[in-house]
């Protein structure tokens, strides 16, 4: 097998950065001292350049005129090669609320993706978000499709996905959401509360039964009140992850740094939530069964204006919570790494740069800019 050696770049572990030689072979990556012989292999001088974790995108609706409700498995694979070129080498699916018959079009595909050559990001999961969602906080959900109560319904996608649905939103005030909770839990699957008018009480409740998510926190849910904290108050005192849309629109820059001191670095999850138009210019796209309209790059409902996804990539959202932040390098990259992948549990496998890990590999210039991107082990940029 061919071996590729990154040399001279300062490599990201233990939350800082090392002088180190990387060695790619099948796929996987292995730390060597800096003077390492790389005699027998392909070498990429990686001079001046920080080498970090690829990114895990664990929330994202399409990208490049994809949307994944509608998605062939050739139309995934092109949202996974446009995704390696942002830094993304692992992402998410995330089907929008939709039919039976249409949601387990989607899941069929996904597993056909993974009989195709592959040359971009990991398509590692399914994310459903509903259909268990309060409709006075549904977004761009259909409300007509949204339901309460039917773990059965779960259990038999889980089946069709072979495992693969790894997360799943749901709102806690619905009657028996939160008992099905553990047994979501039980068929493998990470639980998040969000699209949620849910009290305190309800939300940590969830919270208590297994959730361990914030979806898009501070986005379709019931905001913080000194008398009733409510959902986003739950979401931010107890230890869930939270999910951070950073592209400016979603949550004001202030508001991300708070998040960021409340929950501390190890708890926030940049997502992209981005839809069809994510790669494209402005104009009218479709989320799931709704008609789209971005403007200036802002992603909004035809019907009433509610802002649907975003068309931010993970490359942007580094560099905005760089800049909204003001923390370094350092403590910004396990929220597009580590932290992802420790929630969706792929840790074993993402998330850091340790030997036999996966060969996902992103090289950033002095101004945090992408250079190169390694998608297992194969340059894709």
Known sequence: MS????????VYQDRTFVSKTLLLEDGKVFVLEPQADVADGAVVNAEGLRIVPGFLDTHTHGAVGVDVNGATAEDLEKISRFFAQKGTTTWQASVLTDTQEQTEWCISQMRRWETLEHQGAELAGIHLEGPFLAPAYKGAMPEHLLQQNNLPLIAHYQELAGGKIRYLTLSPELPGAVEMIPALKELGIVVGI?????????????IDAGATVGT?????M??????????????????????????????????????VKAKGADRIVAISDSIMAAGLPDGYYHLGVNQVVV?????????????????????VALQNLLAYTGLPLEQVVPMLSENPAREMGLFQRKGSIADGKDADLVCLDAENRIVHVFARGRQVL
């Open 216 to 220: 898009h926190v501070g986005n379709a």
């Open 194 to 206: 969000g699209h949620s008018g849910a009290t305190y009480q309800q939300a940590m409740q969830a």
């Open 222 to 259: 019931r905001l913080l009140h000194q008398h009733e904290p409510a959902i986003f108050g739950a979401v931010l005192e107890s230890d869930c992850y939270c999910e951070v849309i950073a592209d400016g629109r979603h949550l004001h820059p202030g508001t991300v740094r708070i998040l």
């Open 295 to 315: 403007e200036q790059g802002d992603a909004k409902l035809v019907s009433d204006g509610t802002r649907a996804g975003s068309t931010l990539t993970q490359d």
């Open 3 to 10: 071996k590729t050696y990154l040399q001279n770049g300062l």
